[in-house]
């Protein structure tokens, strides 16, 4: 496959975000913007069950990561009010 090379300047907090996302997904910067430019022109010549359809099926990809990383900010959360508890308890200040 040939390809090209495409720049484009972007803010560092929109930088940011796309690391985040890009990172979050599994995927490289590249490959987020490459999808998204590539649904970008095709929902110009999509209608709207097709937009719907496209808008579905991200969602259902994204899903699983959304739900892993709510699942390890709750263990996270779970994990740090045990050491609490237990650095109150070595206090004295709880029961």
């Known amino acids: 496959m040939q390809t090209e090379r495409v720049t484009f300047l972007t803010t ?3 930088k940011a975000a796309l690391d985040a996302f890009a990172r ?10 490459r999808e998204a430019s590539s649904r970008y022109v095709a929902d110009s010549e999509m209608g709207e069950e097709e937009s719907f359809k496209l808008l579905v099926r991200e969602l259902n990809e994204a899903l699983p990561a ?10 996270g959360q779970q994990q740090l009010r045990a050491e609490v508890d237990t650095l109150m308890r070595d206090a004295g200040l709880r029961a």
Do not use: E, F, T
């Open 24 to 33: 979050g997904s599994g995927q490289s910067v590249g490959h987020v913007l």
């Open 12 to 14: 560092p907090d929109h």
């Open 66 to 75: 959304m739900h892993a990383a709510l699942d390890d900010a709750i263990a």
